[in-house]
């Protein structure tokens, strides 16, 4: 086949995408960060581009010109704001053509949050020590209600709400009405309000902290990939391995959107763009439309979970256990790939039940042509891997890694960036840090109040007094917490907030830090496609033309793995490739358990989760009944959990039923049909 046909082909298959304005409205309604202004005014247009590349220059040239932490973290949410208050309407039915005059206003206050913590700096860190006066706390109550507006606007009301939740304890948690264990001693406006603006334990907390350093400049990173070509590489690539393998569209979704959820951060804008494409290919082959959402949003979310990025997490997650990068991304592997090969194994089984076939290899890109045309662009994400597994700080591997995209990139004429595309990369950087900035600014109300309040400890003594000395009640309990809490959030927010108030539960149990943030972390990120506030199923559905909640408890089931996983690592820590004997809870770093301890669980894990796909669909090589679907589940969950008696058990039960399946559909094959 010529170059030219394949390339009609591809243009053939992409004609199915949906409309772009359909998947603009669906990102819109279900991503609020993506309600943004289309301005008629071209030198606002181009204020704002402006303001928002030297934001991007900023976090460039902090990287190796610290400056003090208040200031720098002040710096990087007022700007960040400020461009909040330009760039979103303050309400969805707004004229969106222009900016009202009391946006300016709030795009100067903004502004003027760190304006006065650097012109007051040395003063509130010696003269006044920390402590308050009334300007300073006039201001702190302004910064607070600009970056609660803000968060509205960007990512919705629960967030806020949340927040408000907790700012109105401290001023409430001495009355004699409340519970015992919620009563504190009384705070005044100072103690509280001093605590969110004047120390880096409030709003500049770590979870600022980690945005200016990590975040930002990982989301930068994807901001070049993806102007490079890097989502196409992906989607040609997952095309060319899997569009032609039964159900072949489906394993495409869950390929492609797992590595670019994993780079870019976003469940909900990955199912919305990756799926523009993958979902309408799915419904060509037979997948009904409530699937074709689910298996995208489930993907997508999933991508959280992948190393080497983790949707920027990993990165968090080193800064705030102190354990390394490298120990983590190791450690979250093989539970991301069981969870993909759940997914994908049940997209499998689907396909052949109801006889669905791949896309024909004429109409597919080749292999060897993707990666000779497009190829190079993986070389940053290697690079970025080496750099951190070297031990190279996180901040300066970021920093070389988008050099080294821009260096990349020029190898080829199509992928090659000039100077207008690292602009448009700079202020497209820019602009998808702002949802993730605000809500980990107002993450860091939340962890003020609970520094200051010490209503952590509250929330660990409650989880752990209803789990009644149990570990299986307790982690329950901290799993359906964590979802309540990370419901309606971007996945980062919603792994500091689950990190914050959950995982230190477990440690009462012993669980050492790394598996019990890893806990909290995936059902924390699973509430995207847990209902009722499924909010990537959702999407999926959007884009799908599905019904919604039909979708979210699709997407459920195709992410059953996920939710058994978690306690699999925790039960046996083996699985994340650390060896947990005679170590001290707040352990930082692991040596490795016995290799035959790691292929052990690995080869059982993998035969359970493959039944367990199967017994979730019906289907291996036929149909099966209900009795059957139920031995099959529990021979499955008998085979994941890791003892060796109900391996042998659930072992036996499961190759019992394969080999039955096998000879059974081996049966109805030979059988002539009757007309």
């Not at 993806?226 to 393998?245: E, H, R, W």
């Not at 940053?380 to 995209?405: D, E, H, R, S, W």
Request: hydrophobic fraction near 55%; include cysteine; proline fraction near 5%.
């Amino acid at each position: 086949m010529t170059k030219d046909n394949r390339d009609l082909d591809t243009e053939s298959i992409s004609a199915h995408s949906e409309d772009k304005s359909v998947n603009q409205e669906v990102l819109e309604k279900y991503d609020t960060d993506a309600k943004v202004r289309k301005l008629r005014n071209r030198n606002f247009v181009f204020l704002i581009a402006a303001i928002a590349i030297a934001y991007s220059i900023f976090h460039l040239w902090v990287t190796f010109n610290p400056l003090p932490a208040l200031q720098a973290r002040s710096i990087h949410v007022a700007v960040g704001m400020g461009l909040v208050y330009l760039i979103y309407p303050s309400f969805k039915k707004q004229d969106r053509t222009r900016i009202p005059f009391y946006d300016w206003l709030l795009f100067l206050f903004s502004l003027g949050t760190a304006g006065y913590l650097i012109v007051e700096y040395q003063a509130i860190m010696t003269t006044r020590g920390g402590i308050p006066n009334t300007l300073d706390i006039i201001m702190a109550i302004a910064t607070v209600v600009l970056v609660l507006e803000a968060a509205r606007r960007v990512t919705g009301i629960i967030l806020p709400i949340l927040a408000l939740v907790f700012l109105v304890y401290p001023f409430i948690s001495h009355f004699g009405w409340m519970p015992n264990m919620l009563m504190t001693r009384p705070f005044d406006l100072g103690d509280i309000f001093g605590q969110l603006y004047l120390k880096t334990e409030g709003l500049y907390s770590t979870a600022i902290s980690a945005s200016l350093q990590f975040i930002f400049l990982f989301i930068l990173f994807g901001a070049f990939l993806a102007k490079s070509g890097m989502g196409q590489l992906f989607n040609d690539l997952a095309m060319a391995l899997a569009g032609s393998k039964q159900g072949g569209p489906a394993k495409v979704a869950v390929i492609s959107s797992g590595f670019m959820g994993s780079i870019n951060g976003s469940a909900i804008a990955n199912v919305v763009g990756t799926g523009a494409f993958t979902i309408p290919l799915m419904k060509k082959i037979g997948y009904h439309r409530n699937f074709a959402g689910a298996v995208e949003a489930s993907a997508s979310v999933g991508g959280q979970i992948l190393p080497p990025i983790m949707g920027a997490s990993a990165f968090i997650m080193a800064e705030t256990t102190g354990i390394s990068y490298g120990t983590i991304a190791l450690a979250a592997l093989l539970p991301a790939v069981l969870y993909f090969l759940g997914v994908i194994m049940q997209v499998h089984f689907r396909a052949g039940k109801d006889n669905l076939k791949g896309i024909p290899k004429a109409d597919l890109p080749r292999t060897k042509e993707v990666l000779k045309e497009k190829g190079h662009l993986l070389l940053p994400i290697v690079g970025l891997v080496f750099m951190l597994y070297t031990g190279m700080p996180i901040a300066y591997a970021a920093f070389y890694t988008i050099v080294l995209t821009v260096v990349v990139a020029a190898f080829r004429k199509s992928t090659r960036m000039g100077p207008r595309d690292i602009l448009e990369a700079m202020e497209n950087g820019a602009r998808q840090s702002l949802s993730v900035m605000i809500a980990c600014a107002v993450v860091g109300i939340i962890i003020g109040v609970v520094s200051l309040t010490s209503f952590g400890t509250v929330m660990t003594s409650a989880i752990t007094a209803f789990g009644a000395g149990s570990l299986f009640f307790t982690l329950f309990l901290t799993m359906i917490a964590s979802i309540v809490l990370g419901m309606g959030l971007p996945s980062i927010p919603a792994y500091i907030i689950t990190a914050t108030m959950t995982a230190p539960a477990l440690a009462e149990f012993g669980i050492p830090v790394l598996v019990a943030h890893l806990f909290v972390f995936y059902f924390g990120i699973f509430a995207n496609i847990t209902p009722p506030v499924a909010l990537a199923a959702f999407a999926g559905a959007g884009v799908s033309g599905g019904d919604p909640m039909r979708t979210g408890f699709n997407a459920l089931k195709l992410a059953i793995a996920g939710f058994i996983i978690p306690y699999l690592f925790v039960y046996n820590p083996a699985m994340l490739m650390i060896d947990t004997t005679d170590i001290a809870v707040n352990a930082t770093e692991f040596a490795l358990p016995p290799i035959f301890d790691i292929l052990l669980i690995t080869v059982t894990a993998i035969i359970g989760i493959i039944a367990l796909s199967a017994c979730a669909e019906g289907y291996f090589k036929t149909r099966m009944n209900v009795v059957t679907r139920i031995l099959l589940g529990v021979g499955a969950l008998m085979t994941i959990f890791p003892e060796p008696l109900t391996d042998t058990i659930g072992l036996a039960i499961v190759l019992g039923i394969f080999a039955l399946n096998y000879f059974n559909a081996r049966k109805e094959n030979q059988t002539p049909k009757t007309a």
